[in-house]
């Protein structure tokens, strides 16, 4: 097992400080200022590299660690973050290399020990590292539209008003349903029903009639057999332009990037 955490943005610590899949090499590393500094450092670069896409980066040592953005819309809001790995069998000439480094930022270690350590690192070909941080690209993904999720359907102690005004935007939302609509159907003034709406939901009546809009085109773009074109104007957009925008906005990418990704992960 390798070890796997998810991370808050701009967490200054190593990440997998006390997983019990911990490398042991990296573990005894962590006990050193200038290794651990490096390691930080090393965090730190592959955070800021990482902040659209995946990104694997190799430590002083030549292990790979690699972080997943998590990204809710255009807001990165974490990372998944894996790695301490080789991606070739470790051998004495790169040790020597190593300790030798080691040496000369005058690291008092068990040379011993890392040794035995470094040897016992995991090791994993290119392809397999790589499969594997596809999937958590997906799991990412999933994490993203949980949260969109759960911002539509957040169960909360609602009014009756704001109750029939979901049921109405769920009835309604393949069609041009306006605010005012909205408000006329639960019998209340449009100012009055954006207050209490807001105070319920945590999500303006356009944030909301968009966020549950774009869950639909989800579940439609999951049918290879549907045009972009068609599943924007089946789930109530008025334009490409505009459809394009508010996925962009929620989903973090445009449609045609989303399907892709589902295709090529498929």
């Known amino acids: 097992m390798l070890p796997f955490n998810l991370r808050a943005i701009e967490a200054f610590d190593l990440p997998h400080r006390g997983d019990p899949n911990e490398n042991p090499f990296c573990a005894l590393m962590a006990h050193t200022n200038q290794s651990c500094a490096a390691c930080l450092q090393l965090q730190r670069k592959v955070e800021v590299q990482a902040k659209f896409e995946p990104k694997t980066l190799k430590c002083f040592a030549g ?43 005058g690291v008092e270690v068990d040379l011993k020990r890392l040794e035995e350590a470094y040897f016992q690192t995991r090791v994993l070909e290119r392809k397999q590292y790589e499969a594997m941080l596809r999937l958590l690209a997906i799991f990412a993904q999933h994490l993203a539209s949980l949260s969109n999720e759960l911002m539509v359907s957040a169960k909360q102690v609602e009014s009756p008003m704001v109750s029939r005004a979901k049921l109405f935007i769920a009835q309604h939302q393949d069609e041009e349903v306006s605010l005012q609509q909205v408000s006329a159907a639960v019998n209340t003034s449009a100012f009055y029903f954006c207050k209490m709406f807001k105070e319920a939901t945590g999500l303006t009546f356009t944030d909301y009639l968009a966020r549950t809009r774009i869950e639909r085109v989800k579940n439609l773009l999951l049918n290879p057999h549907k045009r972009i074109s068609e599943v924007a104007y089946e789930t109530g957009f008025q334009s490409l332009s505009q459809f394009n925008r508010v996925f962009r906005r929620i989903a973090g990418e445009s449609p045609s990037v989303w399907r892709a990704k589902l295709a090529h992960t498929g």
């Not at 990204?71 to 070739?88: C, D, P, Y």
């Open 63 to 105: 292990l790979c660690d690699s972080a997943i953005p998590v990204r809710v819309g255009e807001n990165l809001v974490a990372f998944l973050q894996t790695g301490q790995i080789l991606l070739h069998q470790p051998n004495k000439r790169e040790f020597t290399r190593l300790a030798r480094t080691l040496i000369n930022w």
